[in-house]
């Protein structure tokens, strides 16, 4: 049977021996740095793609938490009930937490919408 692509050459067998990982690292962050040198730099979650806009409202924002750590805290459950041990003591006292910010979210809806 014929190939369609050759094999690749072979390495010395010092040279296989000796392959260093981060020199490939360093070699992958020089051409990320060159290729992209005029990329704007990779920017966290939660500082520009996730912004809050300024007109959002204290009641519209804490009625948009209260939801969220709703959802924090379903997903907490849900996460702790698959484990078991300390990791599922953890993950449910995030949980307690969670709902616990939730509570003072809604006391602060209530106040306002008494006001």
Known sequence: MKKITP???ALPLDAADSHDPLLDRAAVERALNYYLQNHKPYRPIGTA???IPHSVNS????????DLLRCAGACANEAGNGLSGPARDLVLSVMHLVELAK????????????H
């Open 59 to 66: 009641e519209a924002a804490l009625a948009q938490a209260s």
């Open 49 to 51: 793609m996730l912004a």
């Open 103 to 114: 509570g003072y979210v809604d006391k602060s809806l209530d106040t306002l919408a008494t």
């Open 7 to 9: 094999d690749p050459p």
